[in-house]
T-cell receptor, first 116, second 118 residues
């Protein structure tokens, strides 16, 4: 069964500090991995996409890493801001055997709160 | 939220009633999806459609129905058969699905509808 596990479940940090969120997956056959940011009461927004051949990708203060061998990904947030407070969801896409589509498996998310 | 709108934002339903959630997109996307989000759980796929007049069941389709009469619209009906409908419902869309195009896995989400059964 395809699964995506995220840790920690929740995290509180002070503004300006860095943090790292973890994602472990058992999705096969692997296509790609995305990190989404979801503000409370809103829909998720894509931050980064990682394909099999990519190890690191940055988007501003967000840096995602992927280790396809160990099936782990991390999202590092640098110099956190109050607006970073949100849920961060790891989503892994598997190739489907028929229909040419991608099947997504969602993690439960890490709830990040940035405080003054 | 891009070019996807959902309405209403909040919806209250009495037990035994059917309700319909609206989802419209102006992104010219071929594929559309409905998810349900519950506290402590990942998003779960209810239904998806890759083309007009065609749709497939997701992982938790029981008690739900959809239609795709227009490319821009993908309404979801929560029927009385759905035993625990209280949840946050998210609609999403993407370009045509293809395993050869990783970017096709990016789904653009609407702002969501929070459904509460009274």
């Amino acid at each position: 069964k395809n699964q995506v596990e995220q840790s920690p479940q929740s995290l509180i940090i002070l503004e300006g500090k860095n943090c790292t969120l973890q994602c472990n997956y058992t999705v096969s056959p692997f296509s790609n991995l995305r990190w989404y940011k979801q503000d409370t009461g809103r829909g998720p927004v894509s931050l980064t996409i990682m394909t099999f051949s990519e190890n690191t990708k940055s988007n501003g203060r967000y840096t995602a890493t992927l280790d396809a061998d160990t099936k782990q990904s991390s999202l590092h947030i640098t110099a956190s801001q109050l607006s970073d407070s949100a849920s961060y969801i790891c989503v892994v896409s598997a190739r489907t055997l028929t229909g040419g589509g991608n099947k997504l498996t969602f993690g439960t998310g890490t709830q990040l709160k940035v405080e003054l | 939220d891009g070019g996807i709108t959902q309405s209403p934002k909040y919806l209250f339903r009495k037990e035994g009633q059917n309700v319909t959630l609206s989802c419209e997109q102006n992104l010219n996307h071929d594929a559309m999806y409905w998810y349900r989000q519950d506290p402590g759980q990942g998003l779960r796929l209810i239904y998806y459609s890759q083309i007009v007049n065609d749709f497939q069941k997701g992982d938790i389709a029981e008690g739900y129905s959809v239609s795709r009469e227009k490319k821009e619209s993908f309404p979801l009906t929560v029927t009385s058969a759905q035993k625990n409908p209280t949840a946050f419902y998210l609609c999403a869309s993407s370009i045509a699905l293809s395993p050869l195009r990783p970017q096709s896995s990016e789904q653009f989400f609407g702002p969501g509808t929070r459904l509460t059964v009274l």
